[in-house]
């Protein structure tokens, strides 16, 4: 079995990286370790810290034939809009030969198959097979710059000094067309933990799991088509919806964003998101719920 660590990145395909890092700079105060660009995928991107979260938003390259790339083919379905999920895994070489044995396909940065012996640094699944498009990594180049694996590494900053009071990543939503399948994926070939499961009468089934050294997953099934969930499943099919933060103070996070003409949804009391198109095509929420059987 292999060892899945810490969350590597959030992936997040759109269509200005410039506009998108002034963003992160500007409200969350963003410590950005990469930005480059990547010639066999066709793309340029950012790894951004949030707190204990790394952001990767990636754009299209401007160059001949990207649209017809990975990234851009995405870009093209889907807009604006999470992309993947990427772990630190101990060794490649284990997660291949687990993951295959759960019958989970897997390919590399431009698309081919991975078989074993491989030298590949990272990995990905079909996200049709794991409800998501997953990316596993033994870290390589950027494991040396990402200052969240040093000793000395804290995140207080966001907690402490920052308006948004980021405490934590709190949870990172998938959608699921079946509950019980999505719980198969991310109990049995990733080794999660369940933490807790909930209903919404008529309006959704969840599931709570810790994967890997600190995320938790949260699949959610829709019971509604008409919820932005269910609306979600039917446009874009099962992936990554949504990303949620833990914060020390619900209320200050809504107002220093409305004070960034930042528009927040409110979801009960204890709960927000910012409007989608304010961010970019992404579902990013703040709460002051803490997760049931959570440990963290």
């Given amino acids: 079995m292999f060892k899945i660590g810490k969350l590597f990145h959030l992936a997040h395909v759109v269509s200005d990286l410039n506009t998108v890092d002034k963003w992160y700079d500007e409200i969350f105060s963003g ?24 952001m990767e938003p990636i754009q299209l390259a ?4 990207a649209e017809q790339s990975a990234i851009g083919k995405f870009y093209t379905r889907f807009g604006q809009h999470f992309h993947s999920i990427a772990w630190y895994v101990d060794s490649i070489e284990d ?24 030298r590949t640094e990272a990995v990905w699944t079909h996200p049709k097979e794991t409800q998501a498009l997953l990316e596993f990594a033994v870290g390589g180049e950027f494991s040396v710059n990402d200052v969240r694996l040093r000793p000395e590494w804290s995140s207080a900053f966001w907690r402490d000094q920052h308006p948004l009071g980021i405490e934590r990543t709190s949870h990172i939503t998938v959608l699921v067309r079946d509950l019980r399948v999505g719980l198969a994926t991310y109990q049995t ?15 959704q089934r969840s599931a709570f799991v810790a994967v890997g050294e ?32 833990k914060t020390t103070n619900v209320q200050r996070a809504a107002d220093f964003l409305q004070s960034e003409k ?5 979801h009960g009391t204890e709960s927000f998101a910012l409007n989608k198109e304010d961010a970019f095509g992404m579902v990013m929420g703040f709460t002051q719920r803490r997760i049931p059987q959570d440990p963290r």
Wanted: with cysteine; proline share 4%; net charge negative.
């Fill in 31 to 54: 410590r950005r370790f990469y930005r480059g660009y990547v010639k066999a995928a066709m793309r340029e991107a950012s790894l951004v810290i949030l707190g204990d979260c790394v």
């Fill in 262 to 266: 930042q528009r927040v949804e409110w």
């Fill in 95 to 118: 997660t291949v030969k687990t993951l295959s044995q759960h019958n989970l396909r897997l390919y590399d940065l431009v698309g081919k198959t991975v078989q074993l012996p491989t």
């Fill in 62 to 65: 401007r160059v001949p034939g």
């Fill in 214 to 245: 600190d995320t938790v997953i949260e699949l959610v099934q829709p019971l509604s088509t008409s919820s932005p969930e269910g609306v979600e499943l039917a446009q874009n099919g099962e992936g990554v919806y949504a990303l949620t933060f």
């Fill in 189 to 203: 070939a990733l080794g999660g933990t369940l933490l807790h499961e909930e209903e919404s009468a008529g309006q």
